[in-house]
T-cell receptor, first 115, second 113 residues
Framework: GESVGLHLPTLSVQEGDNSIINCAYS??????FIWYKQESGKGPQFIID?????DKRQGQRVTVLLNKTVKHLSLQIAATQPGDSAVYFC??????????????FGKGTLLTVNP | NAGVTQTPKFQVLKTGQSMTLQCAQD?????MYWYRQDPGMGLRLIYY???????DKGEVPNGYNVSRLNKREFSLRLESAAPSQTSVYFC????????????FGQGTRLTVV
């Protein structure tokens, strides 16, 4: 099965509220995680990343938290806007054969922002 | 800066037909990837190329072949299309494998009838 998964497939919030999207991973050896945003009809777009030697990283209106103890990742979006409506994926950097790494995605969470 | 360009954007094939999906990146990236996206399944890795001259299987390689033509281009071939290969296909590239973000193309929507 997939080593990266999401707790909630859909999330609906009011404009201006904060959003929290969660992700669980199963491979404790994963060393790098990325959050992507995918709007309808488009390819995934990078939001923010975090290395396993960090617990928290902040960007513009977004924060990613990494809890290695429980293998949990979250994406927090502050003051959610209608333009934030999209599917959000977490991706895990898994080691393949030899020195190769593969980016493995979870199923995604659909975020809907209500005006 | 075009980033990652995929062609075609849409394609309808009959079962048994073959076709090649093209991907090119202009960011001088070493690593390239092909994913498929099905409803409720997220993105699944088909094949990847860690660097020019190498290719490796991902999670769902059956029914596909790839060619890393040069550093810029990475093509995906369906030799005998099946309805189960109806999907949206995404090509991506990254500066290197490991701790580096991947940039995605706009996708190819393929329908096999």
């Amino acid at each position: 099965g997939e080593s990266v998964g999401l707790h909630l497939p859909t999330l609906s919030v009011q404009e201006g509220d904060n959003s929290i999207i969660n992700c669980a991973y199963s491979n404790s050896a994963s060393d790098y995680f990325i959050w992507y945003k995918q709007e309808s009809g488009k390819g995934p777009q990078f939001i923010i990343d975090i290395r396993s030697n960090m617990d928290k990283r902040q960007g513009q209106r977004v924060t990613v938290l990494l809890n290695k103890t429980v293998k949990h990742l979250s994406l927090q979006i502050a003051a959610t806007q209608p333009g934030d409506s999209a599917v959000y994926f977490c991706a895990e950097n898994l080691r393949g054969g030899g020195s190769n790494y593969k980016l493995t995605f979870g199923k995604g969470t659909l975020l809907t922002v209500n005006p | 800066n075009a980033g990652v360009t995929q062609t075609p954007k849409f394609q309808v094939l009959k079962t048994g037909q073959s076709m090649t999906l093209q991907c090119a990146q202009d960011m001088n990236h070493n690593s390239m990837y092909w994913y498929r996206q099905d409803p409720g399944m997220g993105l699944r890795l088909i094949y990847y190329s860690a660097s020019e001259g190498t290719t490796d299987k991902g999670e769902v390689p059956n029914g596909y072949n790839v060619s890393r033509l040069n550093k810029r281009e990475f093509s995906l071939r369906l030799e005998s299309a099946a309805p189960s290969q109806t999907s949206v296909y995404f090509c991506a590239s990254s500066e290197r494998q490991g701790q580096a973000e991947a940039f995605f193309g706009q996708g190819t929507r393929l329908t096999v009838v």
